[in-house]
């Protein structure tokens, strides 16, 4: 691969911009100490909700009521989830759902990194109890416009489970699910995927990642596909989950 003279000037150039000017929260503005792990200010990592206990044991449902234990919430208890249990790391509402929307409709991909490190916590320990990492996949109509697949790049590099990027695949494109009720979610992604190498999957406990849990219709449908496969277990990790009554 050949690279342009100017392509090298212009990265020297942010390179020497970054080490003079002052690191900046990416969602205020504010400067953020040098040290600061991640650029992400106090006030604004003040006004994230984490994903906390309690919740619902199996699909991570965080209960209005902070007072009580981790229990099954009653949707669960109604029609039990295919997957074991989801957990998402924080709540879809401040900087958690302006770093989704910004990382997938707007490729700002400066958000990843923060996004990440909200996941790692959780993933360190998911990962335990797994033998391999994937992503959502996306269908290839989706990926061509968007340009990129951002559970992807939200599992590569998460933990040091082997990740299997091409094994779950969607077969038929979807509409966004964004712009249906929780009916019409289900039957959108009703046999939208499969598995293109059952054997990759036989036996095996999956970790699959994503950026957001709503309704949990995506979740429900990848971890029927990964079962049919062979898959002995299936646990759902996001970045957040929407609020729930």
């Known amino acids: 691969m050949i690279i342009h003279p100017l392509s090298q000037l212009k990265r020297l150039s942010l390179t020497i911009l970054e080490f003079f000017l002052p690191r900046l929260c990416l969602f205020c ?4 100490g040098e040290k600061a792990r991640m650029a992400v200010c106090p006030e604004c990592e003040g006004k994230i909700q984490w994903a906390a206990s309690p919740r619902c044991l199996c699909c991570g449902k965080v209960f209005a009521s902070r007072e009580g234990e981790d229990r099954m919430c009653g949707s669960c208890q109604q029609e ?3 997957f074991r249990q989801a957990r998402a790391a924080a709540v879809y509402d401040g900087p958690p759902a302006e770093a989704i929307k910004r990382l997938k409709f707007n490729r ?6 923060v996004m990440q490190e909200w996941l790692k916590p959780l993933a360190l320990v998911m ?3 797994a033998d391999l990492i ?4 996306l269908h290839p109509r989706r990926l061509k416009s968007r340009g990129f697949n951002q559970a992807l790049l939200l599992a590569q590099g998460l933990t040091a489970l082997p990740l ?3 094994t779950l695949i969607r077969v038929r494109h ?3 699910q964004v712009e249906l009720s929780p009916k019409e979610r289900r039957e959108n992604v009703k046999g939208a995927f ?7 999957v036989k036996g095996k406990r999956v970790l699959l990642v994503d950026d957001l849990f709503t309704t949990g219709a995506t979740a429900r449908e990848c971890a029927r596909a990964l079962q049919k496969a062979g898959a002995v277990q299936v646990d759902i990790l996001t970045v957040a989950r929407t609020k729930q009554d």
């Open 134 to 137: 994937m992503p959502v996949p």
């Open 29 to 32: 503005g504010a400067a953020v």
């Open 174 to 176: 979807t509409r966004p």
């Open 80 to 82: 039990p989830p295919p």
């Open 108 to 113: 700002q991909l400066a958000y990843l990194p």
């Open 164 to 166: 299997a990027r091409d």
């Open 194 to 200: 499969a598995v293109s190498r059952p054997e990759r």
């Open 127 to 129: 990962a335990e109890q």
